[in-house]
């Protein structure tokens, strides 16, 4: 417990320089002296010396964990683009071997009623239909394994399921390198997602990482800022993951592309011996039953005394979230596909370009604009903003019908990040120290739901209607972003009807 207190960044939210207690002192002392630094708990200056080093070691360690997320999310991406173009590679040769599919615009504006463009939507819906398979395969398991890896976190620690999550990564990365370089049957591809989904996948690692904040920071603005900027990495991890996919492709193949992905894949593994344990009781053992750890998620969101006058914002927070997540995993499994067809017709490079921007552009622009808007502006207030750029460009996405329209709507959706952080400092905001993990975990189920089902949906409504309408699964994201907003307006009503309440008791 003292290890934990003497990281905290407490400090952060209030007006004081250094208000830290005598026996807080004196812990971070006890660190400090570690290194072979003897401070003094009386002296003044040797405990702004401390708190310093305390932060800075703090800082560190954020640092680490970004880096080890950065690591994970691009060899995430990386085998994703790699994956769904080699699918669409892999059903196009073996459908029709003897069929040339034009890759360049000028050639690709063919004749709708031509045998050509009619083998090419084959492929696309063939490869919708497969991805369907893929995210089935990760998703169900993932959602039972979150269930009770939460709660597990809360009692032994969190580095062991991080470990967990690397190593599923790590698994189907080495595999699906091989399946690529020996030309393996493409359905075996559906056991590799498989195994990453029994280990929790990227989602289950970001909430251990979202916990770890919650460890070590107060409830309050610095607790949402530092989730938001930890949710950094993974735009920097898709953006560096995009540019890089197309040219590994073009240049070298897809079996190199996913020789780097793997060695990517090893890096957090590698680093993970550095990341220190932040949760309160890790070696408190405790013989509770998969089930009843499950049971632990359901009673907590349900029926915890914990959540007592906070549970509709909690539902709507959570709602919230779910619409969300809902669209942007909704978009993952289908915007390479819209790439490659007519009108666009794109190469590996120009799909590993828009990926990048895509994903990339609106997680940086989001994160750096939300300290400047939090100190002007109501979360609540940000959140819809987020969600009604999110919806604008996904309204243009669905009716670009070239380049320039569809690389214009990252720059439309410029926000579309910002409600996550905001949904997640909210909820960690209403939860005990104790049950950070559980409540992630929530999160985290919440998202592998989404990743299942949006991702089945948005896939079938692509594969049912990409000869009639191609843009149409996109105008569904921008329904799901609308029903979003509206949870957003509810949000806002609610938490300033709290906010009133307190000043009321306050006098």
Same mark, same amino acid.
């Given at each position: 417990?003292? $290890? ?34 003897? #401070? ?22 954020? =640092? ?176 560096? =993951? ?96 819209? =790439? ?56 243009? #996405? ?30 960690? $905001? ?16 919440? #998202? ?60």
């Amino acid at each position: 417990m003292a $290890r934990r207190q003497s990281y905290s960044l407490q400090t952060l939210d209030s007006k004081e320089p250094l208000p830290l207690e005598t026996s807080d002192v004196r812990k971070v002392s006890t660190e400090a002296s570690s290194i072979g630094k003897q #401070e003094s708990p009386n002296n003044a200056e040797n405990q702004t010396v401390t708190v310093i080093r305390s932060r800075r070691k703090l800082m560190g360690r954020f =640092g680490l964990l970004g880096f080890i997320m950065v690591s994970l999310i691009y060899s995430f991406m990386l085998t994703q683009l790699v994956t769904a173009q080699y699918i669409y590679a892999y059903l196009r040769k073996s459908k029709f071997p003897n069929v040339s599919f034009h890759t360049n615009e000028a050639e690709c504006q063919i004749n709708t009623t031509s045998q050509l463009y009619r083998d090419q939507q084959t492929v696309q819906k063939l490869a919708a239909q497969l991805n369907i398979y893929l995210v089935l395969a990760k998703g169900i398991p993932a959602i039972c394994c979150i269930f009770f890896y939460g709660s597990l976190s809360d009692r032994y620690g969190r580095k062991p399921i991080l470990l967990i999550t690397f190593m599923g990564n790590m698994i189907k990365c080495v595999l699906t390198t091989l399946g690529t370089y020996f030309d393996w049957n493409i359905y075996t591809f559906i056991l590799f997602t498989f195994i990453d989904g029994c280990g929790g996948g990227w989602v289950l690692a970001m909430s251990i990482v979202m916990s770890i904040v919650a460890d070590v920071t107060e409830p309050g603005k610095t607790r949402t800022f530092v989730i938001a900027m930890t949710e950094l990495s993974l735009g920097f991890g898709l953006i560096i =993951g995009g540019f890089t996919s197309g040219f590994i492709i073009k240049a070298e193949g897809f079996t190199i592309a996913m020789v780097v992905s793997s060695c990517s894949s090893v890096l957090p593994i590698l680093l993970w011996f550095f990341v220190q344990e932040t949760s309160h009781n890790p070696k408190e053992k405790q013989t509770k039953s998969a089930a009843q750890l499950a049971v632990d998620v359901y009673v907590f969101h349900f029926k915890d005394s914990a959540l007592n006058g906070k549970r509709k914002v909690f539902l709507v927070c959570t709602l919230m979230y779910f619409f969300v997540i809902q669209s942007a995993v909704g978009s993952h499994e289908i915007e390479t596909l819209y =790439g490659l067809n007519s009108p666009f017709c794109w190469s590996s490079v120009q799909v590993g370009n828009y990926m990048a921007v895509r994903n990339g552009l609106p997680f940086v622009t989001g994160m750096l604009l939300f300290g400047p808007l939090q100190r002007c502006l109501d979360e609540s207030i940000i959140a819809i903003l987020a969600n009604l750029s999110n919806l604008a460009g996904f309204v243009l #996405e669905a009716f670009s019908y070239n380049t320039v329209m569809l690389f214009f709507v990252p720059v439309l959706s410029f926000a579309r990040t910002m409600a996550v952080p905001v949904v997640r400092g909210v909820m960690s $905001r209403l939860t005990p120290p104790e049950k950070q993990g559980t409540m992630f975990a929530g999160t985290a189920i919440v #998202e592998t739901f989404c990743s299942l089902f949006g991702g089945v949906a948005s896939s079938a409504i692509y594969g049912q209607t990409v000869d009639v309408f191609r843009g149409a699964a996109f105008l569904v994201l921008a329904a799901y972003l609308f029903a979003a907003t509206v949870m957003a307006v509810v949000l806002y009503g609610l938490l300033r009807r709290k906010n009133a309440d307190k000043q009321v008791r306050g006098k």
